[in-house]
């Protein structure tokens, strides 16, 4: 018999990276998010991409309203607050096109679930250990390159019960808490601090084995 708590997690957090990734009005996809800095030759490097890229969607400063809005045109399978599902989704659509941008692939399942682990912040690598995955101090997407099928799908499954019970405590400003580095989402709006921790997070999981080419010979 199935554990309607399992299937509430995999649902949800297939919605997020379904949503995220994939677009959901009036959101593009990540991955057309991405090629609007992959096309701009004003950049030199794909760092610079993705710190303009977490600055403007910083800056975009999603509102309540907004997100509240968004939220209720979204179908979430479990009773998650509008604006907290649409803030995730934004999240999610973000970490995807920095995936993008670094050359990852969207449709591959294991940069999905390092985009999941980017909302969780801190939470992931406990999730990850806890999943028997060691790594040093740095996370990077390597880290889970050779992750058996049903292993991801535990990882996955952490992630959904980590982000339902932190909806289900007190609401959307203690959900934060146990995610030390981020700011908080202030009355539902779509805080600047919290987008900048994910796409850091984000950054410095995609890019790791991302290498110099070397300088040209005279």
Known sequence: MKNPKNSKAMQLIKKITDYGIEGVPPLSSAEDLAQEYLIDVSYESADERVDSLI?????????????TGFGGIITLPVSVPAALGASWIIQA??????ARIYGRNLTDDRVRTLVLISLVGDAGKEILKEAGIAFGKKLTAEIIK???GRVLIEINKKIGFR?????GEKGILNLVKAVPFMGGLVGGGFDAATCIAV???????FRGSI???PPKKE
Not at 93 to 98: K, L, N, V
């Open 55 to 67: 600055r403007w969607e910083a800056s975009k400063n999603f509102t309540s309203g907004f997100l």
């Open 93 to 98: 659509r973000m970490a995807g096109a920095i």
């Open 199 to 205: 796409g850091k997070v984000a950054k410095g999981m």
């Open 211 to 213: 290498k110099k080419r």
């Open 163 to 167: 982000l339902l019970t932190k909806a």
């Open 146 to 148: 050779r992750v058996p």
